[in-house]
């Protein structure tokens, strides 16, 4: 296997989100996206005690593209204005297409909230081509148990989105992506194939690990590699939590304005008087 190289070593960023602290490793300045993943969070591993939330977000709007959350510990309650209501737990995955509109909230769970404890988790944004930025809304609450896991020589894989080891994800996307959560002990290995045309990168979530046997790169970082080959391998220097993301890019141009992702400037000011206008749906507290 020709393996890929890295074309970017990106160090995520402590960033400050109305009191929320979150480590950003999309955008940066240098790398403005990896179409067609368009930004990616981590918040915590935070731990509180019982009554508080270390990470709600109150109701707010999206269009034109699919916030996605990775729930790696803690508890969450989804509700939207297009009356879907869900209970995130540890391992679970939310995969909303925010199409022509939806307003959500992510606050702890109310079983969170009584006994306190651990938080943590990935928020990603991932394009729409311009032709499915307007789809209706969906909403893919996918239960941890519902993630087909390949166990081999000292790695997990959980496939989310795509294909591996003839394995296919539950998730549904509009184009073609590939979505792995990865564990590996010490020592444990994997050779990832990654389809030629496809742009990636890896997120350490935690541990370290070493990239095709050379070299090494510690938790917080985000791996952006180079499209000059069929796939990576990955050993545990110690036992680590990583995050493959890979997907056809869409090579169009974007017009974005805080939480919306259109082609055009026309089309936020649209996304924005439809909001006002009641156009995203109604979000009932
Ligand atoms: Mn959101």
Redesign the pocket.
């Known amino acids: 296997m020709q393996k890929r190289t890295v074309a970017n070593i990106i160090a995520a960023e402590s960033i400050d989100m109305g009191g929320t602290k979150v480590k950003q490793a999309l955008p940066t300045v240098r790398v403005e996206q990896i179409s067609p993943f368009l930004l990616l969070h981590h918040f915590g591993p935070t731990k509180v005690e019982a009554g508080i939330d270390p990470l709600g ?1 109150g109701p ?1 709007p ?1 269009r034109g593209f699919e ?1 996605v959350t990775f729930l790696y510990q803690g508890g969450l309650h989804h509700k939207d204005s297009r009356g879907n209501e869900g209970l995130l737990q540890g391992g679970d995955v939310q995969w ?1 297409t925010a199409g022509m509109g939806i307003i ?1 909230s ?1 606050m702890a769970s109310k079983e969170f909230l009584q006994q306190g404890g651990t938080m943590e988790g990935i ?1 990603l944004w991932v394009n729409l081509p311009k032709q499915n930025k307007m789809v209706q809304p969906r909403y893919q609450d996918i239960k941890s148990d519902a993630i087909p896991t390949i166990k081999e020589h000292g790695s997990q894989v959980r496939v989310v989105v795509g294909n591996y080891n003839e394995i296919k994800g539950p998730v549904q996307t509009y184009t073609p992506l590939l979505a792995l959560q990865i564990s590996l002990e010490t020592e444990g290995y994997l050779e990832i194939p990654i389809p030629k045309n496809y742009n990636a990168f890896a997120y350490i979530l935690d541990g370290a690990a070493k990239l095709n046997e050379n070299w090494s790169y510690e938790k917080e970082t985000l791996l952006h590699f180079k499209n000059d080959g069929e796939g990576i391998t990955l050993r545990g220097i110690e036992k680590s939590e990583i995050l493959l993301l890979a997907g056809l890019p869409i090579d169009e141009p974007i017009a974005q304005w805080g ?1 919306y992702v259109m082609n055009t400037q026309t089309e936020i000011l649209e996304a924005m008087r439809d909001y006002q206008m009641g156009k995203m749906g109604v979000y009932i507290n």
């Open positions: 977000v707010h999206h916030p909303m959500h992510e928020q939480p």
